[in-house]
């Protein structure tokens, strides 16, 4: 079970616009992003995902459920193909270009 809270920021508008970077990802839109970090702590990850915002990265937060728990999924951009988000996943600063995975947003 895969369910997925989007990281509201104030002036962004919902669209199926792909990319790396600009507002909050609409994750009901689907498509593939790039996860950079999994955590336990759903205050530390909603940080990253601001910082990250703050950054100009295209957002999400991933909830999935565990045998160990709750990870939130600290994700950035939406693309419609894998291909695509793993080309922009080299465009990233270090040490995510090195320390990501791509999934399917749902």
């Known amino acids: 079970d895969m369910s997925v809270e989007i990281n509201e920021a104030k002036g ?3 669209g199926t616009r792909a990319g790396l970077m ?5 994750v009901e839109a689907g498509g593939y992003c790039i996860v950079l970090l999994s955590l336990t702590n759903e205050a ?5 995902i601001a910082e990250l915002g703050e950054q100009g990265f ?4 991933l909830i999935r459920s565990t ?3 709750t990870l939130y999924r600290v994700a950035v951009g939406q693309f419609l193909t894998v291909e695509e988000a793993q ?3 080299g465009l990233l600063p270090e040490p995510y270009r090195s320390n990501h995975f791509v ?3 749902e």
Do not use: N, S
């Open 103 to 105: 999934t399917r947003m």
């Open 67 to 69: 045998e160990d728990g």
């Open 87 to 89: 080309e922009a996943a």
């Open 58 to 61: 295209r957002t999400a937060k």
């Open 12 to 14: 962004t508008t919902k």
């Open 22 to 26: 600009g507002g909050v990802a609409d």
């Open 44 to 48: 530390q990850a909603d940080r990253m």
